[in-house]
């Protein structure tokens, strides 16, 4: 069956990531995406949610076979634009830009499986013609002397200097996509000297890796050494991609498939030779080295997913923003995920569960979620949460001041009270309806709450 669907996710690339929906994006972490900066998606700056950025943690089996127990990966969540207004969904739908349902692998990928990527790094320089190179350089930049000096000379030793073929990198940096074919593993071993198998699952540093290759091909050239003919068409990572998106169509569920983020150009030749050629240039027999996500998968959804107790039940896809400060998934000695919930109430996303109803909305937690009492809307998004919806259904009611109540009880020990919160001096009072089932009995309520959320 044909591909409806060509775009696996030109409009989710992010300036160091992939926009995976609902504020989510996931990046390499060594490109140093953290808390308090601003990510770039579709031309507009958001900023990262503070204290959201979270380390991805390798698999038991992984960290009991000597790698590193974080992955060089990384999930943050975006802000909206504005205090209420202006999430990436809000802003793609304005320009017309679809963003894709992002998914993720459940299994490894083939060997010579077909590759879609797209990258936001440098690019090839404008006109740069196939040129060879030495190990010999100046100032840190490889000397490409004139193509004919060096014709059919791939990655061969002569004379104990190493060269190759390749093109100049510029230093301008641009959304471009292109196409690969996953390289066999152990090949990829020969001239990676990191990259090794740790119990069948192929490893480069910290991170459960894949890697495809910038195929050497015949070339053909004139009199004066320019390309006329040959060659191929594949796409090579360079400098600053590290992030970007790797796609790989799924046939069998008919869907596109976020198979990696890039992590590393790695060096052709036996044990990473040919230094110089790195500096500035793409050469033939690079490699570029990928996430396996399928490792990761399980672990990255579970943190995507809402709190135990408000899974979705609802059809299409959900729209609704849970953030729990000290949210935690971690494995246990058994390779089992454990999910710790955290604690409820950052309303105003500063990344602390804070205040007392005194404070300014952008620093007291109790003052937003007293500003947004009785707020609806169709469905919770993040927006709605902002206003203190944090139950995701919508409204600001009598069941999210119960988790605020106990997110506040968690974080600082204070009691929060709604007769305090909305006396007469207050110009938010509860409606009628809620002002009568205050009066209720806590256990009650807490039996009413179950009662509403099992619904």
């Not at 972490?29 to 900023?47: D, F, K, L, P, S």
């Not at 119990?199 to 480069?204: A, E, L, N, Q, S």
């Not at 044990?271 to 396996?292: K, M, P, W």
């Not at 923003?321 to 710790?340: I, K, P």
């Amino acid at each position: 069956m044909g591909r409806a669907n060509a775009d696996p996710g030109w409009s989710n690339s992010t300036s160091r990531g992939v926009y995976l929906g609902n504020g989510w994006v996931l990046s390499a972490a060594h490109t140093g995406i953290v808390n308090g900066q601003a990510e770039t998606i579709n031309g507009q700056n958001y900023g990262v949610v503070k204290d959201s950025a979270i380390n991805i943690k390798n698999p038991t089996a992984l960290v009991n076979a000597g790698v590193g127990a974080l992955a060089d990966l990384r999930l943050v969540r975006l802000n909206t634009l504005s205090q209420f207004d202006g999430s990436p969904e809000q802003r793609a739908a304005a320009l017309g830009l679809p963003l894709q349902p992002i998914h993720l692998p459940n299994s490894r990928l083939a060997t010579n499986q077909q590759l879609v990527v797209i990258g936001r790094g440098r690019i090839k320089a404008d006109g740069a013609p196939l040129l060879h190179a030495d190990t010999s350089y100046t100032g840190g930049v490889p000397n490409w002397p004139s193509f004919t000096t060096c014709v059919g000379c791939f990655h061969t030793l002569d004379s104990n200097t190493l060269h190759a073929v390749g093109y100049t990198v510029s230093t301008t940096m641009r959304q471009t996509w292109g196409t690969n074919r996953v390289e066999n593993p152990s090949s990829v071993a020969n001239s990676l000297s990191d990259f090794v198998s740790k119990g069948g699952t192929w490893v480069t540093g910290t991170t459960a890796v894949q890697a495809f290759d910038f195929d050497e091909y015949n070339f053909t050239t004139d009199a004066n050494g320019n390309v006329i003919g040959g060659g191929g068409n594949e796409v090579q990572g360079a400098a600053n991609d590290s992030g970007s998106g790797v796609y790989a169509w799924n046939a069998a569920l008919e869907r596109w498939e976020l198979s990696g983020v890039m992590h590393t150009i790695a060096r052709y030749g036996a044990n990473n030779q040919a230094l110089a050629i790195r500096r500035g240039a793409s050469a033939l027999g690079d490699l570029t080295v990928f996430s396996e996500l399928s490792v990761y998968r399980t672990q990255i959804e579970a943190y995507m997913a809402p709190p135990v107790g408000y899974e979705w039940n609802g059809e299409g896809t959900d729209t609704r923003f849970f953030h729990m400060v000290g949210r935690d998934v971690a494995y246990d000695a058994a390779g089992s995920l454990v999910v710790t919930e955290g604690m409820w109430g950052d309303i105003n996303l500063d990344g602390v569960v804070s205040g007392d109803g005194s404070g300014a909305w952008a620093t007291d937690d109790v003052t937003a979620f007293v500003q947004g009492w009785g707020y609806q809307q169709g469905s919770g998004d993040i927006l709605s949460w902002k206003r203190g919806d944090m139950n995701q259904d919508g409204r600001v009611d009598l069941d999210d001041f119960l988790l605020l109540r106990q997110g506040v009880q968690q974080a600082s020990g204070a009691s929060l009270s709604l007769s305090a919160l909305f006396g007469t001096s207050s110009q938010v009072v509860p409606e009628p309806a809620t002002a009568g089932i205050l009066a209720a009995a806590g256990l009650g309520l807490l039996a009413w709450r179950r009662l509403r959320r099992s619904r």
